[in-house]
């Protein structure tokens, strides 16, 4: 048997894979790796691993590391998707969000889900702290608020993004305080936080309201949001569809330099968002 669940006392051998090629977008994987979030970890060889499937607890989010060389693990991956997504042969309706470095993992994907995924390609950045502190103090604008315990009880469209991402709002506030934007008239309109946090790294997630954009709101909540990471001593890492041209131009005036590309097999073409959440 070569597609072997591995408990959490074991995942510790699942972190040396993530390295060269494969180092492109870990905040996701490490989250689970390092149990900031719940999850799901098989691997062909439960002591000296040569690829790896790290998923959410739902199995809608997940990473495949490594090279598909391996036909047993393959199928064990193959059997079990198919066994989750689909019943009587048919597929329910679902949401998928599975990334990876390598491209062989491209037929495994297809040969699982077919014509209801597209496979996108992705563009990781680095982060450059000199050229975001070019910009100045972060100065706090009205209707820009941190994210509390309150906020996300009394604002239900984002608790449930939290709960979502994350399980629970009290393990959220553990790790990160993002940022919400909100209209002279109480409204939420925009919000910035961390959709991951692995091996140091904060994964940001960015949403403005199509009529708030092109005011500069997305900018000034992931200023403030970075700033807030770097007090922490935590990286903020940026991921966006590799067509999306507005999401580059904010990413590069914020301080970040275009890195490495990876592939994101999704059921939902969302380019406007930089790492879409699994609600």
């Known amino acids: 048997m070569s597609f072997i669940r591995i408990e959490r006392d074991q995942y510790h051998v699942v972190k040396g894979l993530l390295s060269g090629a494969e180092s ?5 994987p490490l989250s689970i790796l390092e149990e900031t979030i719940d999850g799901i970890v098989y691997v062909d060889n439960q002591d000296h691993p040569q690829c790896a499937a790290v998923m959410s607890s739902d199995f ?38 599975w990334s990876t470095a390598s491209e062989s993992w491209d037929e495994i994907i297809f040969r699982v889900f077919g014509y209801k995924v597209f496979c996108i390609s992705r563009t990781q950045f680095e982060f450059d702290r000199h050229v975001f502190e070019s910009l100045g103090l972060v100065e706090n604008d009205e209707g820009m ?20 991402l994350w399980g629970s709002i009290e393990k959220y506030l553990q790790h990160d305080v993002g940022w919400v934007a909100f209209s002279s008239d109480g409204q939420g309109i925009g919000l910035c936080h961390a959709a991951f946090i692995g091996g140091g790294l904060a994964e ?64 939902i073409y969302t380019p406007i968002l930089h790492e879409p959440s699994r609600t």
């Open 145 to 164: 608020f941190r994210m509390d315990a309150a906020m996300l009880q009394s604002y239900e469209p984002l608790r449930r993004e939290i709960e979502g």
């Open 24 to 28: 492109a977008f870990t905040p996701f």
């Open 60 to 97: 809608i989010g997940g990473r495949l590391i490594g090279d598909a060389v391996n036909k047993a693990f393959n199928e064990g991956f193959i059997a079990t998707m198919k066994d989750h997504f689909f019943v009587d042969g048919s597929a329910n309706d679902f949401r998928l969000f």
């Open 204 to 267: 940001l997630s960015i949403h403005v309201n199509k009529s708030a954009r092109g005011q500069g709101f997305g900018f000034q909540l992931a200023r403030n949001f970075i700033g807030d990471c770097l007090n922490r001593g935590v990286i903020p890492n940026w991921t966006c569809d590799t067509q999306n041209v507005p999401s580059f131009r904010m990413a590069q005036k914020l301080g970040f330099k275009e890195n490495k590309k990876y592939n994101l097999f999704s059921s």
